[in-house]
């Protein structure tokens, strides 16, 4: 898997390639972008994406043309229908969504054991947490976006205080051998994958958090789009607020969340991270085809 340096240098080059996208670059202009040599920027593109960076390029010109049409109402209701199964993707990951219950929210984790790392990822470091009844947490960790540096959290074993405050009175255990499995079975590219949460929110929350899971691999929805998912039109921005709120990144995928206009719009873990995501996941579909 790529170390969280590797990956700023992905993510630095994918966001480099979404803006000059129109002028067609080299592979070498890509290189020089992120200051590494065109053939080892080629081998870490092509390990991370799938692709090669000029057939990655062509999927952003693609996307690029029909993003138009992606926030169209009518594919926006067709999209969410379809459900994460499709032939034009690499895997699929199947997610059953748990509710913490009333009682145990209330008690702050009393009596629950959360397990919780520091593991790299495709996107970079993160954290990941679970109890005996699934993952409750997965946040991406960096110095500009979290108070808590991954580095600090892997020595002083210190949960992050997010944690603490969300459950004070669960028990925690660091546990990063836990994390790095974690971190294998969510990303894995090779079988489909099973995935259970365990998380607490809202009734709203929880029906804009399922709406998400219903947004195919490699398609997005609008904020106003997911809000007609969950038969609430005029709540776009209560929509927003639920998204914003997901604890566990990219297993609930809020990354696939556009602005109306299709523009990328915010992100909880950084609007670059959010693109990576999209790209890796249009790279992967497109590899499929």
């Known amino acids: 898997m790529i170390n969280a340096r590797d990956y700023q240098r992905i993510e630095a080059a994918i966001d480099w390639i979404r803006t000059h996208f129109e002028h067609q670059p080299s592979v070498a202009e ?48 067709t999209a969410l229908d379809l459900g994460l199964s499709g032939s034009s993707r690499l895997h699929d990951l199947f997610v059953d969504l748990e509710a913490m219950s009333p009682g145990e929210y209330r008690r702050g984790g009393d009596g629950l054991s959360v397990r919780w790392g520091v593991a790299d ?30 580095a600090d959290l892997a020595i002083t074993g210190t949960p992050p205080k997010r944690m603490q405050k969300r459950w004070p009175r669960a028990s925690f255990e660091q546990d990063h051998a836990a994390a790095e499995e974690w971190m294998t079975r969510i990303f894995a590219t090779s079988s489909k994958q099973s995935i259970r949460l365990h998380v607490a929110g809202s009734n709203f929350q929880f029906q804009v958090w399922r709406a998400l899971l219903r947004v195919p691999t490699g398609r997005t929805v609008s904020y106003g789009g997911l809000a007609q998912a969950i038969d609430k039109p005029g709540a776009a921005r209560a929509v927003g607020q639920a998204v914003g709120s997901n604890p566990v990144a990219w297993l609930i995928p809020c990354h696939r969340v556009l602005r109306g206009d299709g523009g990328l719009g915010g992100y909880r873990w950084g609007p670059r991270r959010k693109a990576a995501m999209l790209a890796l996941e249009s790279s992967r579909g497109a590899a499929t085809l």
């Open 121 to 150: 990822s495709p996107f970079g470091s993160c954290m990941v947490a679970s109890t005996g009844r699934g993952v409750c947490a997965l946040e991406f960790l960096d110095q500009t976006l979290h108070p808590d540096a991954a």
């Open 30 to 77: 890509m290189a020089a972008a992120v200051h590494l040599s065109p053939y080892h920027f080629s081998r870490l593109f092509s390990r991370w994406a799938g692709v090669s960076p000029n057939q990655f390029l062509r999927i952003v010109t693609l996307d690029a043309a029909k993003q138009h049409l992606k926030s169209a109402p009518n594919l926006v209701n």
